[in-house]
Antibody, heavy 122, light 113 residues
């Protein structure tokens, strides 16, 4: 059974940097074909893929947000960390950690974390 | 970016009846080298994360009831629920993973009539 748990602040000020951590259980981040990443969902809106990182450290980013995102992994802790700079109220959303299967430009999410609501407000 | 468009935006179906949700992509999701369609369907119930229903357009995930079926190829896809149950009330999303950036449909809200 694969589980993912998000942790991080629930409230950030505009212009601040958001750091979210995903802790994965039941799947090793060094296993071939495995990726872990982030997808967000503004309240009442659709899903938006942000970034993911593969077992071999290959990273994929949303082009529209790439300049603001950094994704890294710590295999020893089985954790993935996402940082997003220059936060704005429009970034208010539930941020989901997601477990991907695949490689290169083609991978799909087979497990999701419960999500964490991040509000951007002063 | 590949644009995913679902129809309808909302749907009300009677218990036991068939529900059909459509998804159209702005380009083909069929990869010719392996003849696979890079499309998934998710179900999202209120206050919960999405749940994977089907991958490769039509491969049902383990544990998903067989009343759920995905079909289609190229740029036109369908999710069918053969006999609607009360627990199927949710928002359904299609998503392409043919290429990054991965993109989702806007969602279809399914309710009981």
């Amino acid at each position: 059974q694969i589980t993912l748990k998000e942790s991080g602040p629930t409230l950030v000020n505009p212009t601040q940097t958001l750091t979210l951590t995903c802790t994965v259980s039941g799947s090793s981040l060094s296993t071939y074909g495995v990726g872990v990443g982030w997808i967000r969902q503004p309240p009442g809106k659709a899903l938006e893929w942000l970034a993911h990182i593969y077992w071999d450290d290959d990273q994929r980013y949303s082009p529209s947000l790439k300049s603001r995102l950094t994704i890294t992994k710590d295999t020893s802790k089985n954790q993935v960390v996402l940082t997003m700079t220059n936060m704005d109220p429009v970034d208010t959303a539930t941020y989901y950690c997601a477990h991907f299967l695949g490689g290169g430009n083609s991978a799909y999410v087979n497990y999701w974390g419960q999500g964490t609501l991040v509000t951007v407000s002063s | 970016d590949i644009v995913m468009t679902q129809s309808p935006d909302s749907l009300a179906v009677s218990l036991g009846e068939r529900a059909t949700i459509n998804c159209k992509s702005s380009q083909s999701l069929l990869y010719s080298s392996n003849n696979k369609n890079y499309l998934v369907w998710y179900q999202q119930k209120p206050g919960q994360p999405p749940k994977l229903l089907t991958s490769w357009a039509s491969t049902r995930e383990s544990g998903v009831p067989d009343r759920f079926s995905g079909s289609g190829s190229g740029a036109d896809f369908t999710l069918t629920i053969s006999s609607l149950q009360a627990e199927d009330v949710a928002v359904y999303y299609c998503q392409q993973y043919y290429n990054t950036p991965y993109t989702f449909g806007q969602g279809t809200k399914l309710e009981i009539k």
